[in-house]
């Protein structure tokens, strides 16, 4: 940033350096042309008007006579005296010595006054051809037809010149005036210069053709080493002084030209000297601005280094650290707020830092939770196999009770076999004749025979059903078909109790899925235990419901009924609802049992509904072919009940 700074800075001095060189040197130069003019002018009046003085004196009679004296070979013992006379009012002073001639047109000096400084002959060279006699300034002597200023040369280290004035007769040359004049010496040029400049300016005169230079003071100098022009400025070029602003103007009415010089140093000091100045003011006002920009940059950074190293502290874990409170600036607050902010950070991790804790013995605890967990489910495993191990124990008890109900069953069932039929043999008095008590002790046998084996069956089914031995033959089988052949077989057993029996017929196509034994088997037992648990006088109705996808089969009695809350148990197993109330040798609480196992072995169910004293309903649902149309209950045939055995 400095660099750039100062890059700018530098450039920007270099181009004040130029536009200053510039403008320094245009004011310079201007100066010295208004000097240059002011000078010129009144040296060309001077000039013009000693000019006009030697061109007034050839023209006076005085020396005119003595030329013509001269020239007719008259005496000029009178005449050139008085000529001197006249010439000696050309003098500027009585002790001016610079010499003044006169010349007769053939060449010969005829008048002398102050110094000599060579008296060669002159000659008489032909019009307008240069004069032969080396005497500078007056080389031109012949040719000259008026008044006029010769060439500038130098003198043992001083400039002269001569003005020469042809004195005509007639029209001819009659002579020459010839006065020898000095570049400078009293003249005030170079003081009215000093006045009008006050820079270091030098003044010189130079010929027209520039080969030979003088200064004011009449000193001869050697030319410029160079000249340069840049569009109208001159630049001179002086071996030991370097470059040179250079102004010139003729001096009109002669052959010389003023020129005036100032050093391009002393223009480029002036420039060098403000831009040192502005340099100096430059440095100086970075310097201040750098200091007001660090101090202001400490007051900036500062409070942000604290808040920084607060910062990091609070991030190395030192959460007690705070940033320093700098002022009521931005900073500042942003301190404050920063400090509240780490406050609030403290406080959150000591609240974390506490959950933190909570939620370790939190772990702790469900870890040890889990530990109990798993030793409880340990046992529960244990506790489980051990069921397992129970409930296998169970079943192959039961499957143990089974065969040996079955085998059991199955011994007792031959020798009880041959009992009846040796009683009945005994009965027919195959033995020989048999007593009427005897016969009566027969039908006794036989009874408790009869008795025994259906036992025996009983036990056998349950056997079977109970270990899932039960092969069902499931067909669709006409319900009225099957429930009308079982009125049959409990004829016999309605009569002897005198119970009415009523049967409302099912529709002849109604079908039910079934096994055609085992349904004729449940509905038996139902019949059966309808006509036991009925007492005399009593009646037993069997019927049908036929349901959307299933059919009930309802057998109904007017007898003891069943207490409610044995209602549950008179499916279970070997359950009588009241032994004292039957006869003990009727049945042992097996055919229900194995009634409902048999029908939910054919996807259906038995239920009972009863009232003490008032009968009980068995109800048998068994499931209807899917494909069969649904038939209401007597809409095809009469199914008006059909009563078979009377009271
Ligand atoms: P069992 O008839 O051989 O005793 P069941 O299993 O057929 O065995 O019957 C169980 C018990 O249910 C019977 O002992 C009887 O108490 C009661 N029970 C069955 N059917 C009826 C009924 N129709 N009326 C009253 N009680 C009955």
Redesign the pocket.
Known sequence: MTGVLAAGLATSLVLTYGALTQSEEGRVRKRLTSAAQEVTESAVTSMADRLARVRAMAGDGAIRQALADVRTGGDTAFSLPDARRTLARLQSSPTDTLPIELWSADGRRLALLGSDVGASRIGSPPRGQAHPVPREGLELLGAIDSAAFGEMYAVAERVYFWIVAPVTDGGQPGGYIAQQRRVGGPSTATQRLRGLMDEEVAMYIRNQTGSFWTTAPGAPVPAPARRDSIGANLFDVRPGVGRLTTVELPITGTPWVMVLEAPVSAVEARAQTTVRTLALISLLLTALGAVASWVISRRITAPLASLTTAAEAIARGEYARRADHVGGDEVGRLAVSFNQMAGEVDSARQALERQVAEARSAAEELALANRQLQHTMGEAEHARRDAELAREEAERANRAKGDFLAVMSHELRTPLNAIGGYTQLLEMGVHGPVTEAQRDALARIERSQAHLLRLIN?VLNFAKVDAGQVQYAIADVPLDEALTSLEALVAPQLRAKRLAYTYQPCDSRITVRADPEKLQQIVL??L???I???PEGGSVATGCEVGAASVCVT?R?T????PPD?MAA??DPF?????A??RPN??????????RDLARGMSGELT?E?VVGG??V?TLTLPRPEAEPVVSAGVAEDHSPRVSAEA
């Open positions: 009983d037992n139902l059966s235990n309808a036991k648990y009925t057998v009695d007898g003891l009924g069943i044995r008179i499916f359950v009588q609802v009241d032994r109330l039957h009727d049945g042992v609480g097996l055919g229900l049992a194995i009634s009972a009863s009968g009980s068995f």
